[in-house]
């Protein structure tokens, strides 16, 4: 098992393709939980994606109860990524299968699926200021978690796929 990212109906193709594109690096799932403010097509994330869409693993889901039967099934712990957290997402301990769930761009996730999360956690951040890309949000949270539960991938020497 590991570390997996969840979006709730994500609204920005572009957001998506950049955590498929984090998802194809770090061996981690992306799960989409629809309906998505777009199509979820290869057309629509390739600029963020790039080409990396191929060797990312996407699991779609039709709705946040589809999710959740799926997450209950697989006895994982969902862990909220909101502004709204009390809990530092630095002074959280992660644990191997761990799904890190990410909001919506426009509006985060309704109180009905914050209530379902196991730990909500929100990034420490200066006064005054909402909050942090999604994609970037979802990339710092994920490298902790993985770095926390030993799943970062191995270094490898950097090779020039061109």
Known sequence: MSID??????DI????????????CMGVVVHVI???????TDRNLARAGMDYLDKAALVEHNSFAAFRDWQ?????????LTTKASQSA???????GDILLLGR?????????????????????????????????GAMILGEAL????????MTPFTDPS
């Open 5 to 10: 990212l969840a979006l709730y109906q994500p």
């Open 13 to 24: 193709a572009a957001n998506t393709g950049t955590l498929l594109r984090l998802g194809a």
């Open 34 to 40: 629809h309906p998505a403010g777009f199509a979820l």
């Open 72 to 80: 209950h099934e697989q006895n994982r712990r969902l862990v909220l």
């Open 90 to 96: 630095y002074q959280t301990s992660y644990e191997d």
């Open 105 to 137: 761009e426009s509006a985060g996730v309704p109180d009905s699926v914050a209530d379902a999360s196991d730990l909500r956690v929100r990034i420490p951040m200066r006064a005054g200021l909402r909050s942090i890309n999604v994609a970037i949000s």
């Open 147 to 154: 770095r926390q539960t030993k799943a970062l991938p191995a």
